[in-house]
């Protein structure tokens, strides 16, 4: 079964600027969750989504958004980058058969200028 | 008081040692228990699941989980130098019909040839 995945891997930003990031989850997952990690700050809960509706949100400003499409795939976009949203940013999913575990997927390393 | 507490480390043994990593947390709810290996710059990888107290042993790994002390433990036998990476703790607790998930933030282990 493949795993989770996540596209673009690298992006380069400059301030004020907007990005979209994407998570196809393991198939059969619907249940997709958006973290940030940086070295400071360890993984920090942005937000949930199943079933195409957001179940779960994180103390992050309304600048972070995301999206489920009914494919299960999740899409997280950053508007007005600034220099701190620099992170790399992980999706995991998780199943009904597993509930209380989540696969990550690589993660989006990006950097914002 | 966070709800994860984890010793960041680094954590540095020499080849074939058995390596022991903990995490302490508070909120006695946590019902299902984790271990994530990550390497730099890769996302978290499942390394072990369990969901009772006791031990629970996979191959070189062995999770411990005392919910009486509300401890967890992951040990690693015959640590080899490719075992060298952050090692995260996770808890989840079903929360309104989802999962919340809480990580520690890591310790880093360095297993020197």
């Known amino acids: 079964k493949a795993g989770v995945t996540q596209t673009p891997r690298y992006l380069i930003k400059t301030r004020g600027q907007q990005v979209t990031l994407s998570c196809s989850p393991i198939s059969g997952h619907r249940s997709v969750s958006w973290y940030q990690q940086t070295p400071g700050q360890g993984l920090q809960f942005l937000f949930e989504?199943?079933?195409?509706?957001?179940?779960n949100k994180g103390n992050f400003p309304g600048r972070f958004s995301g999206r489920q499409f009914s494919n299960s795939r999740s899409e997280m976009n950053v508007s007005t980058l600034e220099l701190g949203d620099s992170a790399l940013y992980l999706c995991?999913?998780?199943?009904?058969?597993?509930?209380?575990?989540?696969?990550f997927g690589p993660g989006t390393r990006l950097l914002v200028l | 008081q966070k709800e994860v507490e984890q010793d960041p480390g680094p954590l540095s043994v020499p080849e074939g040692a058995i390596v022991s990593l903990n995490c302490t947390y508070s909120?006695?709810?946590?019902?299902?228990f984790m271990w994530y290996r990550q390497y730099s710059r890769k996302g978290p990888e499942l390394l072990m699941y369990t969901y009772s107290s006791g031990n629970k042993e996979d191959g070189r790994f062995t999770a411990q989980v005392d919910k009486s002390s509300k401890y967890i433990s992951l040990f690693i036998r015959d640590s080899q130098p490719s075992d060298s990476a952050t090692y995260l703790c996770a808890m989840s607790v079903q929360d309104s019909g989802t999962y919340k998930y809480i990580f520690g933030t890591g310790t880093r282990l360095k297993v020197l040839a």
């Open positions: 909120n006695s709810a946590f019902q299902y």
């Open positions: 995991a999913s998780s199943s009904r058969g597993h509930p209380g575990t989540q696969y």
């Open positions: 989504y199943f079933s195409e509706t957001q179940r």
